[in-house]
């Protein structure tokens, strides 16, 4: 009966995931309809027209990402406290769009912008810079998008009992979202995002909350089974934590000052109006607390599963699965299509905007004169190209889900002194911009990849920014500056 039972969830599961994969394809195909096909303002901003609804759960959904549901239980059930980061950067994050993205959504309907490296090349008035950002921008998106398409590889690997291996899950479901984002751009992305945070929201709620109480009984119970059995592994900072007090408040503050340089989420400010950004800034943080019962996953696990009993920590959801729910088919199917849900909602976003940064930041200043036509069929050719850059990566690169979301925001984060200094220091110069960006992308990856430690334990991305702020006021200040009515322009808008 057991073997019966659990073919029986992974065919239920199997079978949740491919109806959900239909309905996100058919949305996102359908989202396009009627729509200019070659025009770059309706793929790369959807005409500036996005409402209220699409862009709350569009922002959400990129957050609520492959991490959310694998890296977050698995970080919580290997770090402990650390893993509260989360919902802290979330809550931080967004708030600087409240004035942020009106400048930014006023600036680029002007000038008719559409990615952050039209913004920056604009202002200090640099083609080299709107290449430095589309190039950072595209690697950093592939980076970010081989997390999500190991998460997808992940989910269909394991609800399925090894039925459909590693490899043919990540192709199958992300597949749908190259074709989709190709064919209708960020409305598409948009309008999937909107079925996958509704179901994301919901498989968050139910899936965390059982696990607790099924495996532990309650979370007063979980919590303080947990301080018993591992003293300090619900603390920050203190003996038997497992992250430092200043290696947490420093991963939360490059997440959080990264949050809106990522280009897919600064280009958002281009989508939609002013009172639409504001009013969505103020309800996102609704997402943070959305996110609290997924680490809870995580929490849960704790005395239930031997560590050693996973290959990584981002297993752990999938291993509860299919080890503890026995013959609970309908909630084998939520787990699934809610879990690729969240890989896909973040998935579409990052395909769309690294292949609008290489079409418009990488390719475009090298041909200015380039027809709209010939701009689109070279974002659309894009969207394959980082796919299967990070599709390679996903399947034959070793980084785990939570080392690969840290790595790739101190590399985005570096984006912080030059687009803050656009629009508050008149005096920031592209020599600046570019020399801060070269030395911070550098002092970050120094210490991810060759150094066994950061000084005083921050975080890398922070001393990359750090370094970064420092060469950027001392260049600037020894170059000329962009004439001072194009830097009142910005500084004013």
């Known amino acids: 009966m057991a073997t019966e039972a659990s073919m029986n969830n992974w065919v239920f599961a199997l079978g949740s995931m491919l109806v959900y994969l239909v309905l996100a394809f058919v949305i996102g195909l359908m989202a396009g309809r009627k729509r200019s096909f070659w025009s ?65 959504g006023r600036i680029g309907a002007r000038k008719n912008f559409f990615t952050m490296g039209d913004f920056l090349g604009d202002r200090y008035q640099s083609k080299a810079l709107t290449v430095i950002v589309g190039v950072i921008s595209v690697l950093a998106f592939i980076q970010y998008l081989t997390l999500q398409i190991k998460g997808m590889a992940f989910i269909f690997n394991i ?57 532990q009984g309650s ?3 979980m919590f303080t089974a947990i301080e018993q059995a591992k003293p300090g592994f619900l603390t920050i900072g203190q003996e038997g934590s497992q992250m430092s007090a200043m290696a947490y408040s420093t991963v939360i503050l490059v997440s959080a000052l990264g949050f809106l340089m990522w280009p897919h989420l600064f280009t958002k400010s281009y989508t939609t109006t002013e009172k639409r950004i504001k009013i969505t800034t103020m309800a996102f943080p609704l997402f943070g607390i959305f996110l609290v019962p997924v680490l809870f996953v995580g929490f849960a696990a704790i005395g239930v599963i031997a560590p050693d009993a996973l290959e990584s920590p981002d297993q752990v959801l999938p291993h509860l699965v299919t080890n503890y729910l026995g013959a609970n088919s309908w909630l084998y199917g939520l787990i699934g299509a809610g879990a690729l849900a ?12 690294g292949s609008v ?15 709209e036509r010939t701009q689109v069929w070279i974002m659309r050719i894009g969207v394959i190209v980082i796919g299967a850059a990070a599709y390679w990566l996903s399947i034959f690169g070793a980084a785990g889900i939570i080392a690969l979301l840290v790595g790739a925001y101190g590399s985005i984060a570096q ?52 370094c970064n702020i420092v060469v950027f006021v001392a260049v600037s200040l020894m170059t000329r500056p962009v004439p001072a009515a194009l830097a009142n322009e910005y500084a004013e808008a």
């Open 219 to 221: 979370p007063t119970e």
């Open 40 to 104: 770059v303002s309706e793929y790369a901003v959807a005409d500036r027209g996005l409402g209220l609804i699409v862009i709350w759960f569009m922002m959400g959904g990129t957050v609520f990402s492959a991490f959310s549901f694998l890296g977050g239980p698995g970080m919580a059930f290997s770090q402990g406290a650390a893993s509260y980061f989360v919902p802290a950067y979330i809550a931080l994050g967004i708030l600087p769009w409240y004035l942020l993205g009106p400048k930014v």
């Open 357 to 371: 940064s290489l079409g418009r930041d990488v390719i475009l200043p090298f041909k200015p004169d380039m027809d």
């Open 159 to 215: 609800l399925t009992d090894g039925v459909i291996p590693y490899w043919f899950g990540a192709l199958l479901a992300y597949g749908i979202v190259v074709a989709y984002v190709a064919t209708s751009g960020v409305r598409g992305a948009a309008w999937s995002d909107v079925l996958q945070g509704a179901l994301m929201l919901i498989v968050a709620w139910t899936v965390g909350y059982y696990l607790v109480y099924m495996l």
């Open 415 to 466: 984006f912080v002194p030059a687009v803050y200094g656009a629009l508050i220091w008149r005096r920031g110069t592209k020599q600046g911009a570019i020399a801060g960006m070269v030395v911070g992308i550098g002092v970050n990856y120094y210490f991810q990849i060759v150094a066994e430690s950061t000084p005083l334990d921050i975080n890398a991305g922070i001393v990359g920014l750090l």
């Open 342 to 353: 969240a890989a896909m909602s973040s998935s579409d976003a990052i395909t769309h905007g």
